[in-house]
């Protein structure tokens, strides 16, 4: 028989480890809020939800199309608090305007992302820069010079020539994603591959940009971004450390536990690398292993909040 001591010794043990799995399955898995401004909707309430849970990321960016209103409404009042909306369009189409100017009057606080078959400087997405700037929200624009399977097409082309475009629209806060944007942070990229590998060749016009124009950031989101900070480890602190206040975490992850499972990189033979991972988990990690914690924290929370404008 045991006695009252022994009883409330166990008692104490055993509230003590139940304490601790709440604190080890409550706790930010990243030590601190995480927010991810490059989440597709997913179909159904939850989804987004199970990834972001699975991921440790607590708070994201819905993009999707502007038609979806009602979608993104039903998901914001079943999690308050945690997602916010950036809102697309058909650009090539003329009323691409009046929808998004709509987007904005019914919430969303961003235009994207913005990925169409035309030129980076061509009157399609000029139209945008120009709109983004007067209504005062960000626009995520994906760049990409090499097609990742036949027939694809190229998207958002010319980025050799956007300094131009920073220049002529400097009231616009552009985010720059995908492919040809984080290719370019090395000087001797030619379009030859959509991922290039191996060491980065110091003075990248995309470094370049970002060191020189205050209304352009990086979305670090995808295979691109990732492989931007994983291809050259001599590049990646450094790298981080210089753009602090311009870099912003996102994940364009599209596998379903935000452990890797299901299909990671969607419709994306390229990115094979990322098969069966979680984009969002990789590049956590990478920012993790290369940041002081306030840098860090810069680049999963208060950049993004200041982009878009978010009350936390
Ligand atoms: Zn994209
Ligand atoms: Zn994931």
Wanted: hydrophobic residues 40%.
């Amino acid at each position: 028989m045991i006695d009252r001591r022994q009883f409330l010794g166990a008692l104490a043990a055993t509230l003590a480890a139940v304490e601790a799995k709440a604190q080890s399955t409550t706790a930010p898995l990243w030590g601190g809020p995480v927010l991810d401004i490059h989440s597709h909707m997913r179909q159904g309430l939850d989804a987004n939800m199970v990834h972001m849970e699975g991921c440790g990321v607590t708070n994201a960016v819905l993009l999707t199309r502007a038609t979806a209103v009602e979608q993104v409404k039903a998901v914001q009042a079943k999690y308050p608090n945690c997602f916010i909306w950036s809102a697309s369009a058909d650009i090539t189409k003329p009323d691409a305007v009046e929808v998004l100017t709509k987007a904005v009057k019914d919430g969303a606080q961003g235009f994207g992302e913005l990925k169409f078959h035309v030129e980076a400087d061509g009157p399609e997405l000029r139209r945008m820069y120009a709109l983004a700037a007067e209504l005062d929200v960000p626009i995520l624009v994906h760049f990409q010079e090499v097609q990742h399977f036949e027939g694809e097409g190229a998207w958002s082309t010319g980025f050799k020539r956007f300094e131009a475009m920073l220049k002529a629209y400097p009231k616009t806060r552009f985010i720059g994603h995908a492919d040809a944007f984080w290719a370019n942070v090395s000087a001797d990229y030619h379009e030859e591959a959509a991922y290039p590998t191996g060491p980065i060749k110091r003075g990248g016009i995309t470094d370049k940009l970002l060191g020189d124009y205050a209304n352009l950031y990086g979305d670090l989101s995808a295979n691109s971004g990732n492989n931007a900070l994983s291809r050259d480890p001599s590049f990646t602190a450094d790298f981080l450390a210089r753009h602090q206040n311009k870099l912003v975490f996102g994940s364009d992850c599209s596998c379903q536990d935000g452990r890797g499972g299901g299909v990671s990189q969607n419709n994306n033979p390229a990115a094979a690398r990322m098969r069966g991972k979680c984009a969002a988990r990789e590049t956590l990690t990478i920012l993790k292993q290369n940041t002081e914690p306030d840098v860090f924290r810069k680049l999963t929370w208060e950049n993004g909040l200041k982009l878009f404008k978010i009350k936390a």
